[in-house]
């Protein structure tokens, strides 16, 4: 059994700061990718930053230049560091890991519960 726990989410002001943590633990035989996807009340869930195994990182062009995805892999652990923030970055954010549980076992995608970041004066 696999679980993905995320932390740090709350709310902050304009201009400032915030930074998630995502640890996957369990069964894991390798991770492939992990990131960060977020949903905005009434908006479909759009990627916001993904660290995929081989160094490839990938952004949102709304968050490029203002957020920072990184990966700890002794540790299972993702973190989006989030500067600059601004009232469109509210949202609930959302940790998936890409991983396998085995040798030869396709990669599955799982999900943590998602943490509320709320950008408000």
């Known amino acids: 059994q696999v679980q993905v726990v995320e932390s740090g989410g709350g709310l902050v002001q304009p201009g400032g700061s915030l930074r998630l943590s995502c640890a996957a633990s369990?069964?894991?035989?390798?991770?492939?990718?992990m990131g960060w996807y977020r949903q905005a009340p009434g908006k479909q869930r759009e990627l916001v930053a993904a660290?995929?195994?081989?160094?490839?990182?990938n952004y949102a062009d709304s968050v490029k230049g203002r957020f920072t995805i990184s990966r700890d892999n002794a540790k299972n652990t993702v973190y989006l560091q989030m500067n600059s923030l601004k009232p469109e970055d509210t949202a609930v954010y959302y940790c998936y890991a890409d991983l396998a549980l085995g040798v030869g076992l396709v990669p599955q995608d799982y999900w943590g519960q998602g943490t509320q970041v709320t950008v408000s004066s």
């Open positions: 660290d995929i195994s081989g160094g490839r990182r």
């Open positions: 369990g069964s894991i035989f390798s991770i492939y990718a």
